[in-house]
């Protein structure tokens, strides 16, 4: 099953400044959907037209664990610079294609992916290409927030550098910590101690730090999965915030099972869903997220979202 | 407690009030409560005793020695009074050293591949069993072993306290390779996800993210590691053997240490015998100290353990 979704980049309109403003970027956040939607103008973009750069194109992926199918022939299209939520019942294989799209998946034992998966074009399963670098490219934030408990708040925003043994020098280590601590809306609460060990923070100033720590790789790439889900509703707000603000610079693939989180942040919307419990995960179909939310193409779709998912 | 319960009760629900009043322990069930309390409190005193008769014992015949002379001399043309244990602790230093010089990265690397990279498979299950062996042999057998071991290589009858080191190596490696196992396991496995997601190689992630993060409680494992063998006889009697003398030279000759010096001053008294008996007590004392003061460092390292145990 293949869904293709629009090129966020509107017709017409130039690549770059796709960026809000930024009093946009501080305003509530129900305003953000709608000029999310604008922003994506689901009139198709002319055939040549670039994409906007971190791109995903997901062609024919399969995913096992063991002989164990456990999402089935995913074709996708991710925007780049923009927020694409994975939503569907438990079970249904989200984690799963998110974890294959970084090759995370096959961390696991027994666990391997089939098909393609392209950032800008170029694809990260052929044959040859390092794994490790494919991450790199393409960070990943987990569920439960996961500081390094034996670094300091710098060391973990430093950790990608500093395991790869490339920490950098005291004045441009210093520069990337503030530079990266502001964009994840942390540098504030936490300028004072950096020092101090990532345990010492709340749930949801250590998730703000773990997305901190992705992008201080420079990824092109950042995939979250349920980030919100262990925190409560007002540091929810808070990533949610900064999950549309990095929008700007990356592209954001998340998965919740939030419909409103969904319908708030992401510019678009899959939903996965599978046929009975040990069927493999498939695709139902993908949109603006205005669309899935408004007029879903296929029923189910329309009943998981309004919570008659049987 | 249902004394109380029972009392405050009524205001509330005097149907319950009725319930846990009927239900108050009979007094035959209170007589076994209290029996079965006292058995336990008389167990555990019982296995106390033996710790303070030995402490006890140590203290009172061990302390009239503990002087300068013990440990700034060694028994070097010493008969009768006088003359230290300079040479056993330095032997014991040295040799200790050498076994976990030897021990701790076999162990640690024993662990890690254990951990991080077997999985379920064969060479890992093989491995288990070794250590599971290992971990029950006699200590004199693994003297014995090392005995055998240099006898081919240096000739027969070699003694060297690096045979003694070699021989203790065998006792430790099995308890550091079951502590750090267990430590490592502690680790999250998230941690180690979030490691490899920031685009690194899995060395570089146990490298920098998993012994960083286990550090306290593999510290923990090595020290105790230590203290398992620094009061190990057997062995060094069999390979290290026994001097009078200083001997700073792993490689080359007799090396004392404190077990074995304990064993010889209590087994050969010369005529002043009590002169023998004060040194092999003062001997004892120190040897239990040193124990103890390993014992207390390995301690002081579980806070953090524990604060991994929370996290998981
Ligand atoms: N480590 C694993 N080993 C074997 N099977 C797994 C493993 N992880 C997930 N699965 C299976 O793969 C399927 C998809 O799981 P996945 O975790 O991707 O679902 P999900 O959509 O993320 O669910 P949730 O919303 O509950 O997080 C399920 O059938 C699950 O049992
Ligand atoms: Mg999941």
Redesign the interface.
Request: hydrophobic fraction near 50%.
């Given at each position: 099953m293949t869904a293709t979704v629009p090129n966020p980049t509107a017709a017409g309109q130039p690549p770059a400044p796709t960026a809000p403003t930024e009093a946009a970027s501080l305003a509530p956040l129900a305003s953000l959907a709608p000029r999310a939607a604008e922003r994506l103008n689901p009139a198709a973009p002319a055939p040549g037209l670039p994409k906007a750069p971190g791109s995903m194109s997901i062609r024919d992926v399969s995913c096992y664990y063991g002989s164990h199918l456990a999402v089935a022939d995913v074709s996708l299209e991710i925007p780049g610079r923009a927020v694409t939520a994975f939503i569907g019942p438990s079970g249904c294989g989200k984690s799963t294609l998110l974890r294959a799209i970084?090759r995370?998946h096959e961390?696991i034992?027994g666990a391997r992916a089939e098909g393609t998966i392209a950032l800008d074009g170029a694809d990260l399963y052929s044959k040859g290409v390092d794994p490790?670098?494919?991450?790199?490219?393409v960070?990943?934030v987990?569920q439960?927030p996961?500081p390094?408990?034996?670094?300091s708040i710098k060391d973990n925003v430093l950790?990608?550098l500093?395991?790869?043994?490339a920490k950098p020098r005291a004045a441009a280590a210093d520069e990337l910590v503030e530079r990266c601590l502001v964009r994840a809306h942390l540098w504030e609460e936490v300028k004072d101690r950096l020092k101090k060990s990532g345990?010492s923070l709340s749930g949801g100033q250590q998730q703000r730090l773990?997305i901190a720590?992705?992008i201080a790789?420079q990824p092109d790439v950042v995939l979250m999965d349920e980030p919100c889900s262990a925190l409560d509703p007002i540091s929810t707000l808070a990533i949610e915030e900064l999950m549309r603000d990095l929008a700007r610079d990356y592209t954001v693939v998340v998965v919740t099972h939030n419909m409103a989180q969904a319908n708030r942040i992401s510019d678009i919307t899959a939903f996965f869903s599978l046929a009975r419990a040990g069927e493999p995960g498939r695709l139902v179909e993908a949109g603006l997220t205005a669309d899935i939310f408004s007029a879903p193409k296929v029923t189910a779709t329309r009943d998981y979202i309004d919570g008659r998912f049987g | 407690m249902t004394a109380t319960l029972t009392r405050q009760a009524p205001q509330h629900a005097p149907d319950a009030a009725a319930t846990l009043a009927a239900s108050t322990p009979s007094w035959s069930r209170r007589a076994k409560n209290r029996a079965a309390s006292a058995a336990v409190v008389a167990a555990v005193a019982l296995t106390a005793v033996p710790l303070a008769l030995v402490i006890w014992a140590a203290v009172e015949r061990g302390s009239a020695r503990l002087d300068l002379t013990l440990f700034t001399h060694s028994m070097r043309g010493v008969v009768g009074q006088g003359g230290g244990l300079l040479h056993a602790l330095t032997g014991t230093l040295i040799i200790t050293g050498a076994t976990a010089i030897i021990s701790i990265p076999l162990g640690l690397a024993a662990a890690i591949y254990l951990t991080e990279y077997a999985g379920g498979n064969k060479l890992a299950a093989i491995t288990r069993r070794a250590v599971d062996i290992m971990v029950s042999i006699p200590s004199i057998v693994a003297g014995l072993a090392a005995y055998a071991l240099f006898s081919l290589i240096l000739g027969p009858g070699t003694r060297s306290g690096l045979a003694g080191a070699v021989a203790l190596a065998m006792i430790m490696i099995p308890v550091v390779v079951r502590s750090s196992e267990e430590v490592l396991r502690l680790v999250p496995a998230d941690l180690r996800e979030a490691g490899l997601a920031l685009g690194s190689p899995r060395w570089r992630v146990i490298r920098k993210i998993v012994l960083p993060t286990a550090l306290p409680g593999l510290t923990a494992g090595a020290v105790l590691g230590v203290a398992r063998v620094i009061g190990e006889t057997a062995p060094l009697l069999l390979v290290a053997g026994f001097t009078d003398a200083m001997n700073y030279n792993l490689a080359d000759g007799r090396m004392a240490t404190l077990p074995v010096f304990i064993y010889t001053q209590w087994s050969s008294k010369g005529l002043d015998t009590a002169a023998y008996d004060q040194r092999a007590w003062a001997g004892a004392l120190v040897l239990m100290a040193v124990v103890v003061v390993l014992q207390l460092a390995a301690r002081a390292l579980p806070p953090q353990i524990a604060k991994l145990r929370r996290n998981r």
């Open positions: 970084n995370m961390v034992p490790v670098a494919v991450r790199s490219k960070g990943m987990f439960k996961n390094f408990p034996a670094m950790a990608g500093i395991i790869r043994g345990d773990c720590r992705a790789v | -």
